[in-house]
Each structure stands twice: as structure tokens, then as C-alpha cells.
């Protein structure tokens, strides 16, 4: 019997499943840091556990951490909003970007999606019965979303726009004046605007990241989520939001509550002492992404090997079409073979199949020897041509 | 300029009474607040030590997303220990709570059929759950003289009427009655015999003294059962939000991709709190059942000094009353929260959580 070909987040698991097996794997795929959660934010767990573990907690969390949260958003997003009605806490980013596309779209409601994209918003705007509309982009301009395209893509069914900035899997970055022009269609054509700002902590060289929800006229029309994964290394403690207009809001908080309820108390915690806290820690995982970015980008430069430049994220989106082969049998060599885990371009859009997203969430040697492996997968391939 | 297309949103959001359900409390926020169908209990110094151990050691990362092995182990160790239900650690998913459990099986079981038979009176968090993706429904009527259970008739008729997809409460999460062995085996056949499949919520179970029969044991319809329930009650783990899901094999896969959409995985933390949990339950429940008797005695005693209906229920953290509208305000002006039974779609009912001040809270209903 022949095996159903696992496409889009099912491939993505079935390689991480693989990987687990290999003892020397090497993870350039998961966008999981290799840092572990600074240990003030654990040691603030293990007092919520003493003291505040049967906290009651409301669907959308803990007035303290909205307050944290709304802090936040005002201090690096420019977004101001009441932590009482315009905040709800999900459980991870995962959670926040499901809860968007349910309390937006309705079945045959059309979202304008810049491609390539996570592979989830997909997932999302399927299970609500909502069409994707794409608007392509490309490597030779840094896979920039150009907002003319995105404006021809519309039709009287586009109810939403999702603006992911630094994009993922492209890190590609939107300009302080392409995101004004992207809330001026916005506004010209009615539509609303989701927000992934998960990656606005990792901008390089002299990009600059804005929230569409910050600039005038934005807030009143877009949903605006961010979680504490990437920026504290805390992954596993499943802690994200969504801000957005307190109208809006209500309908996210009784999709939340129909959804999971609240979040884990202790996570939540965790997520006070994580915002309020040193953000030393924060500072020193994001140079080591720094440096590991240029390591990454001067190995593929040596190898030759092309990429939009990452302006963003934790990611290169690198071109493979000169092996000649599709990004899933690539990653799937490069991984049974090399036991290197890197994820195929075609796991975030049908028309990336020569490109492979590879993190750099690993020490340096680590990424070092990924990538020399790599190249000895790749070069085999091409023998075989 | 306002937004039409805003305005459309919000407007079909207003027009789903389902989603809008009110929820009765997940987690007591106060001596007096008797409306949440969990136990209140301290935390044991093990379950913290196991926990911190874990985040210190750099369990602080993404996990698979079914749940860590260990815990699904346990879980499925303890299914079959306490419900005899013949399941493995790869038919077990942690949850982050029983509400996501409700969400994920009603939806994705729910899209292989055409309908889902729910019982008139339930959880409002299953309405909600159906608010947010709607399903053809199918109401099956209730009992009120045994604890708004659906009678095995209307579920007959259901099954009779071409439903294949039952969602039924086992003890009722309103009145914690529970369906006898005989009328679970009797369900079971009724399923066997008709190719339905079931979704059922046992998490009321542990606190019914002696324990009572699970769905998934029976032998006429083991593969059609998924079962649903809180991860190790009455731990203080409550707030911490875990539970499970336990499906045959083939309904797994649909279960875990979407979990992946929606959550990636369960709180770490969470999933070792239990873990060491489950270790400790075998030993901390029943002293605690224990102690819910009595009150629940002394409780049902003063009821009936007041002249109060308590509805009969097997479930020993809650009690039920019969109680005339408005009752649920008089409870509030007195201080006192309750779950109102209006929102279980039986108004002329409240139920109240077994615990020191319960027995207060009856002196406002006199």
C-alpha cells in the first residue's frame, strides 16, 4: 500500500519526528531557540508554584500580565492599548495566530496572503472555511511584499490582510513606507489587518520593524499577536497574545474560552517576570543571533549558494534549485543522510519547492558542521544529475 | 470612517448566542465561589520539586506534540487501572485542559459526520465549542429524575434517526449523576450495533466513590470511544489547565495535526507537575473522596432542613439543587458564586461545589 505523501505542517513534523531518532542530529529546521528560559523567569515559576499555583485565571489571563503585555506593545510596538479590554493571553503564538483567523474570517472570506508564509496561517484559514489569496514574492528583492501586488489581489470577498514582519520563512522585514501603504489599502478597501509581530525583537543591519497597528487609523483594524518563544527562549511554556480593538477583542476573548480557556497559571507567571524583569538575557541571545546570522550567510556565500537576504527572524530562505531536486526530497536526504534537519520551501508554499528555510538557533559549531554536511548531501545529489 | 467590513464581523459574532454561552468558573477564585466543578486542593512539595527540576534542567522547549511519553503513559496506565479502558500511551493526547479536549474532539470526530447528538442539558462549554465551527446538532432529550442524564431512549431515537456521533456526559457535569454499569453496557450495545461512535466526557469520574463505568471499557464499542477528561483532579493543578483525550488509533491523527495548529504542544510545565502527579494520585485521592462524603452528607442534610430539592448525583465534588429562578442572584448578593444551571440549558436548577462554606451558601436560599 502505497504511503499518503504528508504535505505543509504534517511533512514539517515527520522530519522532526525522523530527526529525534538520529543521536548527531544537528536541528537547522524547528524554530525552537537552543537556549534555555533564563533561569530568573524559572526561578519566578517555582515561586508561582509556592504561592500563586490555584490562582484563578480568566480566559484571557491574568489582569498582571495584560498589564505586562500592554507595557509592552507600547514600549517596543508604539501600540496603545487597555490591558482591562484590548489584551488576551493565548497559550504560545500558535494559539494567538488560530484565534486571529477564526474571529476574522468566515467560510468564502478571502485573506491576501504575501507568500512565502508559515504554514500554519494555511492550516488556520482552512479549518475556518476562509480562501488564500496569494501574492507572490521574490528573491531577487528579498522577497519584499510589494503593496501594488497586494492591492491587485483584491476582490469583494477579501475581508483581511496578513502582514507577518520579519516575514516567516523569506525574513523579510516591511518598510516603515510599505507598511503605510499597506494600511492604506487597507483602509481604502475595508479590510482588516493580522499581525504577526513574533520576530519584531530581530531586526539586523539598519532594517526597521513597525506595527501597522501603531501608525494612524491602524489600531481600530488589526489584530496584532506576539508570544515570549522566540524573544525569551520559552517555547514550551506555550505564552502568547493578541491586542487589538477592544470591540474585536471581545470576540477573541469568547473564541478563546470556546477554544481552551485560560492559559497555565505558572506559565503566566512566568510570562510577568519575563516582561517585567532583567532583559539582559534577551540582549545576549539576540547578538549570538546576530553573529550567527553573518556565520550563516558567509558559509552559504562560500558555498555559493543564493538567499534572500535575512532582514529579519532567525532564518536564512535559501534557493536549492540547483540540485535540481524538490525541497522535500532535498530535506529529506539532507536529514537521512547527513542527519541535518532543515525545512523545505515547499512546506510554506506550493511554489517554493526550491528553497529550504534553515534557522540558526544553534551554537556556532553546530551550525559550522550543519551546513559542511549539507554541502556533502547537495553535492551528492548533484553527482547524481 | 467605520469599517463595514468590521462591522459585519462583530455583527455575526452577536448573532451566535452558542459561542457566547457564559461559562461557569474553571478554577474557584474564593472561599465562596462555588461554581467551579473542580476540587480545590494544595500543591504537594513533590510536585513543585518535580516540576522546577525539569524547567532547571531545560525542559523549557517545545515537546511532541501528543504530550511527553511519561505522562501519556501514565495517563493511559490510569485509564486502564481505573476505567478498564484498553488504551496505550500513542492513543493518549495532553491537552491544556478539559475545554480544549471538548474543542478537539467535537470538531475534528465531528467533521466525519453529518451530525452530533449532544444532550439537551450539558457542559456550556460544549455549546460554546460548537459555536465556534457550527454542526448540525442533534438534542437529545434529558431525565430530570435522573440527574439530566439523556434517557437511553432518546438516545436510541438518535442513533434510530441516522445520528452516528454521540456527546455524552458521564457523570453529568450539572447534576454528577452517573449512567449504571448496566445502561453503559446498554449504550455500548446500542453503539456496537449501529456503527456510532461516541465522545465521552468522564472527567466527573474520579469523584464518584467506587468509581463508575466508563463508555470506552465496554466491550461491544471499544474502537468507537473517545473519552475526555482532567488530567489527575483534585492535585492543584487546577489553574494549570491539563487533560486528555483517549482515541481509538484511527481518530488520533486528525486530533494531533490540529493540535499542532492550534497549540503546538502543552505547557511544559504543566505536563511534569502532572507527571509527578499521577504518581501521587493513587495515594492523595481517596482520603480526599473521603472527606468530600461527608461534606457532601452534611451538605445534603442541611438541604433538606431547609427544605432545599437536592438533585440526586454520584459525583462527590458537586451538589445539584432544584431551585426556583433567581436563586443564582440571591447566591450572589449573599456573596456566594454558583454555576447556573440556565446555562446548562436547565434553568431551574443550580449546581454548587462541595466544600466548607457550601452548607452557608444553602441559608441565602431559604
Redesign the interface.
Known amino acids: 500500500m502505497s504511503k499518503k505523501k504528508a504535505q505543509g ?2 511533512l514539517l ?1 515527520q522530519l522532526i519526528g525522523e530527526a529525534r531518532s538520529y543521536d548527531d542530529v544537528i536541528i537547522m529546521g ?1 524554530g ?1 531557540p537552543d537556549f ?2 533564563p533561569a530568573h523567569i ?1 526561578a519566578a ?2 515561586n508561582a ?2 504561592n500563586h ?5 480568566p480566559p484571557e489571563g491574568l489582569l498582571a500580565l495584560r498589564e505586562a503585555i500592554a507595557e509592552r506593545v507600547k514600549r517596543v510596538n508604539n501600540i496603545d492599548v487597555d490591558p482591562v479590554t484590548e489584551v488576551v493571553v493565548t ?2 503564538g ?2 494567538a495566530l ?1 484565534l486571529m483567523v ?3 474570517l ?1 467560510p468564502g472570506d478571502e485573506m491576501i496572503v504575501p507568500e512565502p508564509n508559515y504554514n ?1 496561517y494555511a ?2 484559514l482552512a ?3 476562509g480562501v488564500k489569496v496569494e501574492v507572490q514574492t521574490y528573491a531577487e528583492t528579498d522577497f519584499r511584499a510589494d503593496p501594488a501586488d497586494v492591492a491587485a489581489a483584491i476582490t469583494d470577498r477579501s ?1 483581511a490582510l496578513l502582514l507577518v514582519s520579519p516575514n516567516n520563512p523569506a525574513a523579510s522585514v516591511i518598510s516603515p513606507p510599505d507598511m503605510q501603504a499597506m494600511l492604506d489599502i487597507a ?1 481604502s478597501k ?3 489587518i493580522l499581525a504577526d509581530d513574533i520576530y519584531d525583537l530581530f531586526v539586523y543591519d539598519d532594517f526597521e520593524h513597525v506595527s501597522p497597528a501603531s501608525l494612524p487609523g491602524g489600531k ?2 488589526t489584530l496584532t499577536l506576539n508570544a515570549l518563544s522566540k524573544a525569551y ?6 505564552l502568547g497574545w493578541i491586542v487589538g480593538p477592544a ?2 477583542m ?2 477573541v476573548k ?2 478563546k ?11 503566566q507567571h ?1 510570562g510577568i517576570a519575563a516582561l517585567t524583569g532583567p532583559q539582559d538575557a534577551v540582549e545576549m541571545m539576540a547578538e549570538a543571533y546576530r553573529r550567527r546570522r553573518r556565520l550563516v550567510l558567509d558559509a552559504l556565500d562560500a558555498m555559493g549558494m543564493k538567499y534572500g537576504l535575512p532582514q529579519g527572524g532567525q532564518f536564512v530562505f535559501a534557493d536549492i534549485g540547483f540540485t535540481g531536486m524538490d525541497s522535500g526530497e532535498v530535506a529529506q536526504r539532507i536529514l537521512t543522510e547527513q542527519h541535518v534537519l532543515a525545512y523545505p520551501g515547499s512546506a510554506f508554499s506550493k511554489d517554493r519547492k526550491d528553497y529550504l528555510r534553515m534557522t540558526f538557533l544553534q551554537p556556532e559549531d553546530q551550525l559550522i558542521e550543519g551546513l559542511e554536511r549539507m554541502k556533502v548531501a547537495m553535492l551528492n545529489m548533484m553527482a547524481e544529475r | 470612517m467605520a469599517s463595514q467590513t468590521k462591522a459585519e464581523i462583530l455583527a455575526r459574532h452577536d448573532a451566535n448566542a452558542a459561542l457566547k454561552t457564559p461559562l461557569p468558573g474553571q478554577i474557584t477564585r474564593h472561599a465562596k465561589d462555588l461554581g467551579a466543578d473542580g476540587v480545590f486542593s494544595p500543591l504537594d512539595e513533590r510536585i513543585i520539586a518535580a516540576a522546577s527540576e525539569a524547567l532547571e534542567a531545560g525542559q523549557t522547549h517545545y515537546v511532541d506534540v501528543p504530550g511527553i511519553e511519561p505522562l501519556r503513559e501514565a495517563i493511559a496506565d490510569y485509564l486502564n487501572t481505573s476505567f478498564s479502558a484498553p488504551c496505550q500511551s500513542g492513543n493518549i493526547i495532553v491537552t491544556a485542559g478539559l475545554q480544549e479536549s471538548r474543542f478537539l474532539t467535537i470538531q475534528k470526530i465531528g467533521e466525519n459526520f453529518d451530525s452530533i447528538g449532544i444532550p439537551a442539558v450539558a457542559h456550556p462549554g460544549l455549546q460554546k465549542a460548537l459555536g465556534v465551527r457550527a454542526r448540525n446538532v442533534v438534542s437529545l432529550a434529558v431525565d430530570p429524575h435522573r440527574g439530566y442524564l439523556p434517557a437511553l431512549d432518546a438516545i436510541a431515537d438518535a442513533v434510530a434517526g441516522g445520528c452516528r456521533l454521540l456527546y455524552l456526559e458521564s457523570p453529568s457535569r450539572l447534576s454528577g449523576a452517573a449512567y449504571t454499569s448496566d445502561e453503559v453496557a446498554a449504550i455500548g450495545q446500542l453503539l456496537g450495533e449501529s456503527g456510532a461512535s461516541a465522545i465521552w466526557d468522564q472527567g466527573l469520574a474520579p469523584w464518584v466513590e467506587g468509581g463508575c463505568r466508563s463508555l470506552a471499557s465496554t466491550e461491544e464499542s471499544p474502537a468507537q470511544v473517545t473519552a475526555i477528561g482532567e488530567a489527575f483532579p483534585g492535585m492543584g493543578l487546577a489553574s494549570w489547565f491539563i487533560g486528555y483525550i483517549a482515541a481509538p488509533d484511527d481518530q488520533i491523527p486528525a486530533m494531533q495535526s490540529q493540535k499542532q495548529i492550534m497549540a503546538i504542544c502543552t505547557s511544559t510545565a504543566a505536563q511534569y507537575a502532572a507527571l509527578e502527579a499521577s504518581s501521587l494520585f493513587p495515594a492523595a485521592h481517596p482520603p480526599r473522596l473521603a472527606q468530600l462524603k461527608r461534606l457532601k452528607s452534611y451538605i445534603a442534610e442541611s438541604a433538606r432542613d431547609l427544605n432545599l430539592d437536592a438533585i440526586a448525583g454520584d459525583a462527590l465534588n458537586i451538589i445539584a439543587l432544584q431551585a426556583s429562578g433567581g436563586a443564582a442572584a440571591k447566591l450572589r448578593a449573599a456573596g456566594f458564586d454558583c454555576a447556573d444551571g440556565a446555562d446548562f440549558g436547565a434553568p431551574a436548577v443550580i449546581r454548587l461545589n462541595v466544600n466548607t462554606t457550601t452548607a452557608e451558601a444553602l441559608q441565602a436560599l431559604r
Open positions: 505542517t504534517n513534523y524547528r525552537d534555555d528560559t524559572v515559576a517555582k508554584m509556592v499555583h490555584a490562582d484563578y485565571t497559550n504560545g500558535q494559539e488560530f477564526l474571529a476574522v468566515s500554519t492550516d488556520s479549518f475556518a472555511g475581508r483602509i475595508d479590510l482588516i481600530e483594524r527562549s520559552m517555547t514550551g511554556w506555550r470591540d474585536m471581545a470576540r469568547e473564541l474560552a470556546a477554544i481552551s480557556g485560560g492559559a497555565s497559571v505558572i506559565s512566568a
